[in-house]
């Protein structure tokens, strides 16, 4: 019986040993397809590096630029807005002189008015005595006629008979 058991312990032992080898031809083909997986992702990995650094240099350049753009831009942006500042301050006082300059206008356009007015007055009295000076006469030296006015009757400028 010993060699029975000599037996099967050599059996297990051999069995044991293909399991171990077998269990290892695995592990060493998991290792081999995990290195290539491993290689891909290095070589996956250099490109995005690559590529981030490429982007990130040209998002500095291009922040350094907006910077230095944005650095142009401030005297001018101050400039406009001190002529912003100007113009505003122009249209106030071109509003203040043209409501001066209206209120004058205004007032100038009355006094013109009160003073036309008492001239037209003045001048209408005197055509009218004028005219009625002029029926007068005209009367007295051409007699009283049919188409004249009845005597002592004058007519002004208006149309109205005067006596």
């Known amino acids: 019986m010993d060699d029975w058991i000599n ?3 050599v059996i297990g032992f051999g069995i044991l040993c293909v ?3 077998l269990l290892t031809l695995a592990v060493l083909k998991t ?9 891909n992702l290095q070589g996956l990995s250099i490109a995005l590096a690559a590529d981030i ?4 240099q040209t998002t500095s350049t291009t922040a350094e630029e907006a910077k230095e753009r944005l650095q142009e831009l401030r005297p001018l942006s101050a400039g406009l807005g001190r002529a912003g500042d100007s113009l505003t301050e122009a249209g106030d006082k071109l509003r203040e ?10 007032e100038t356009l009355k ?14 009295r ?8 002029w ?12 188409d004249s006015h009845p005597a002592g009757g004058t007519m002004n400028l208006k149309g109205e008979m005067k006596r």
């Open 111 to 124: 006094r013109a008015h009160k003073r036309n007015e008492h001239d037209l007055e003045i001048t209408l």
């Open 31 to 39: 290792l081999s397809v995990l290195r290539v997986l491993a290689s």
């Open 135 to 146: 029926q007068a006469l005209r009367s007295r030296t051409q007699g009283v006629n049919s």
């Open 126 to 133: 005197t055509l009218d005595a004028g005219f009625s000076l």
């Open 97 to 106: 002189v043209s409501r001066k300059c209206t209120q004058s206008a205004a």
């Open 19 to 21: 399991a171990v080898v």
């Open 53 to 56: 650094k490429s982007t990130l």
């Open 7 to 9: 037996i099967v312990m």
